[in-house]
């Protein structure tokens, strides 16, 4: 497989335009067209395309099989959706030539760490294709199959749970257990703040997910049922476990 010179974005907000950004200052030819116009003519050079659509895993399936008609054979096709990367693949006829891209940039150090999620049937010819590409831009690379939540959501996910069950039984206090994550085990942050800045209603949908394919050990505890449900989401609506308005 040659190398990755044009990249194909497709959505994305702002997290598409970070990735925009991060491959443009490689020197890839980067394209991000409006979904609002013929797009599709934009994929007779690519050499790989990246679904980072906000709607549900059907709308990104039929975006897909909408540019595997269009797409040369060369062409490798990635999502950067949190799960469903097989059921993506089935989507396409070319399955060896799909998979996911999943980006995290930390804004505060300048650091993105991509991992690439394989389904069964990702060749190790892609594998190695975007990893190339990954490492080319500056990036962090990690391999994971496919299953809900992948590392890092899996990990964040079932640490928020578990502090937030705590606090909930009055073991200890918020901002106690944020010191002694950040003191004694050197994060940026504790589990209440990564919640917030993460979003809860992003965090109870990951468990909901993990739950319903892992077992009753990711079921979200009852206080985060009830912050989503009050709308006290973190960050963005200026009120989660702490107050930011």
Excluded: H
């Amino acid at each position: 497989m040659e190398g990755i010179n044009k990249v194909v974005i497709l959505g994305g907000g702002e997290t598409g335009k970070r990735i925009r950004d991060l491959f443009f200052k490689a020197g890839l030819k980067v394209v991000m067209p409006d979904l609002e116009t013929d797009y599709l003519k934009e994929l007779a050079d690519a050499d790989i395309v990246l679904e980072a659509l906000r709607g549900d895993v059907e709308s990104r399936k039929e975006t897909l099989r909408r540019c595997d008609e269009k797409a040369p054979p060369k062409t490798i096709f990635a999502t950067a959706a949190s799960w469903g990367i097989t059921e993506m693949a089935a989507a396409t006829k070319r399955p060896e030539k799909t998979l996911g891209l999943n980006f995290t940039f930390n804004l505060v150090e300048g650091k993105c760490l991509v991992q690439i999620v394989k389904q069964l049937e990702t060749s190790e010819e892609t594998v190695q294709a975007c990893k190339s590409l990954i490492e080319k831009v500056g990036a962090t690379a990690v391999e994971v199959e496919d299953s809900p939540g992948f590392i890092l959501d899996r990990v964040m996910a079932s640490m928020i749970n578990e502090a937030a069950t705590m606090y909930a039984s009055r073991i200890a206090t918020m901002e106690d257990m944020d010191k002694v994550a950040k003191l004694c085990l050197n994060w940026p942050m504790g589990p209440f703040e990564f919640a917030d800045t993460i979003g809860i209603d992003n965090v109870v949908a990951t468990l909901e997910t993990l739950s319903q394919q892992k077992g009753s050990q990711y079921i979200p505890c009852r206080l985060l049922r009830q912050m989503v449900a009050l709308g006290r989401l973190g960050k963005k609506t200026g009120k989660g476990f702490y107050q930011y308005i």
